[in-house]
C-alpha cells in the first residue's frame, strides 16, 4: 500500500463528466496537466490512497483535467469519488532524469509531523486547504483536533526530509487558538 508521504496531492476530484465513467480534477495552482503523465492516479477514499488506473487526461480548463480511470465504468461508479483528493506519486519523470531544481510545493510536506518552537508536537499535516490567495496548512493532532497554519515561508523554520518533520516558528497565540 502506498503512503501519502511517498505521494503529493495535486488536486481534487470536483464532478463526474457525462455517463461513461469520466471525472473532472481541478489541479490547484502549481500542478498542470503534465503532472498527469504517469501510469496510477492514487485517491484519498476512506483515509487510504487507493491507485487508479489513468487512462487517458485532457485538458478541460485552465485548471480542469478530463480523466478516465480504469475502475470507473459509469456516471455511478464516478459519485463514490467526488471530492477525493488526487495523489501522484512523488517519483516522477523529472525525478528519474535527474532534475533537482523542482520547485517547492507545500503538498511535499502532506503527512510530515510538525512542531513549533516552545510548543513541541503540534500534529501532522493531513491536507493542504486552498482558499483564494491564502493557502493553509491543516494540521491534525493525536486527539483528531484540527489547527490551520498559513502557508508562509517565515512561519517555516525548518524542513527535515529524513526524518519528514516541519518545524514551525509561530506567532505566539496561533498554535492556542481554539
Not at 21 to 40: H, Y
Amino acid at each position: 500500500m502506498i503512503e501519502k508521504h511517498n505521494c503529493r496531492q495535486v488536486g481534487v476530484v470536483v464532478k463526474s463528466h457525462g455517463i461513461a465513467g469520466e471525472i473532472v480534477i481541478r489541479l490547484f495552482d502549481e500542478f498542470s496537466i503534465d503532472d498527469l503523465d504517469t501510469q496510477f492516479l492514487f485517491l484519498d477514499l476512506d483515509g487510504g490512497l487507493v491507485p487508479f488506473y489513468l487512462e487517458e487526461a485532457r485538458q478541460k480548463k485552465q485548471a480542469d483535467v478530463l480523466v478516465t480511470l480504469e475502475q470507473l465504468k459509469s456516471d455511478k461508479d464516478t459519485v463514490k469519488v467526488i471530492d477525493a483528493p488526487v495523489y501522484v506519486a512523488k517519483e516522477t519523470k523529472a525525478d528519474e532524469e535527474g532534475e533537482a531544481d523542482q520547485p517547492f510545493s507545500a503538498y511535499q510536506l502532506v503527512g510530515y509531523q510538525c512542531q513549533a518552537v516552545g510548543h513541541g508536537y503540534i500534529g501532522e499535516i493531513t491536507a493542504i486547504k486552498e482558499i483564494a490567495k491564502n493557502p493553509l496548512f491543516e494540521i491534525t493532532d493525536d486527539e483528531d483536533n484540527e489547527l490551520l497554519i498559513p502557508i508562509v515561508e517565515h512561519f517555516i523554520a525548518g524542513i527535515d526530509d529524513e526524518q519528514q518533520l516541519v518545524i514551525f516558528d509561530l506567532p505566539e497565540g496561533l498554535v492556542d487558538l481554539d
